[in-house]
């Protein structure tokens, strides 16, 4: 299996990676973006998702269904961010790496109240609990920008954690 980090590991490594990433999920004050899956046939599958994004770590409330299936059978995935209106509509960030179920309850307790303070909900609504908590570790990461801002190029910058420090 490759490297991976977490995204506070990330968020050390390279914190203007980090920077323009979380601006990027989080363009609309709420986390967007597309996940892409293993079918069990091998094909790609991808779904909107709300990843949620702390100081430590970058997660996923995912429902039981395909996608959560394919994460349990292949836990490879494919996060991908990207700005809508111009003049930055080609900037983008993308990750790739493996999940891991997390069963913490305070974690999960954290994470499902940020959730729903992003939306500015009060409560929860019906089957909200029966999403399964993954943190998305990150193996390497794609940040494309228009024009160049905040020390990072325009074009690509790539970033791996197999060529990141180890401490």
Do not use: N
Not at 25 to 32: A, I, N, Q, W
Not at 39 to 60: A, N, Q, S
Not at 69 to 78: E, I, M, N, Q
Not at 108 to 116: I, K, M, S, V
């Amino acid at each position: 299996m490759a490297r991976t980090l977490t995204w506070g590991e990330l968020s050390v490594q390279r914190p203007d990676l980090a920077r323009a990433g979380r601006r990027l999920l989080y363009e609309f004050d709420v986390g967007l973006g597309f996940l892409a899956t293993v079918r069990p046939d091998g094909g790609p599958r991808v779904h909107p998702i709300c990843p949620l994004l702390t100081d430590d770590g970058l997660y996923g409330l995912i429902l039981p269904g395909p996608k959560l299936g394919d994460l349990r059978r292949d836990p490879r995935f494919a996060l991908h961010s990207e700005t809508c209106p111009p003049p930055r509509q080609d900037d983008g960030f993308y990750l790739t790496g493996v999940v891991r179920e997390q069963d913490d309850a305070e974690l999960r307790r954290r994470l499902d109240a940020q959730f729903l303070a992003e939306r500015q909900l009060s409560e929860p609504w019906p089957g909200f609990d029966q999403q399964v908590l993954v943190e998305f570790l990150i193996e390497r990461c794609l940040l494309t920008l228009t024009e160049g801002r905040d020390g990072l190029p325009s074009g690509h910058t790539v970033w791996t954690a197999a060529a990141a420090p180890t401490s």
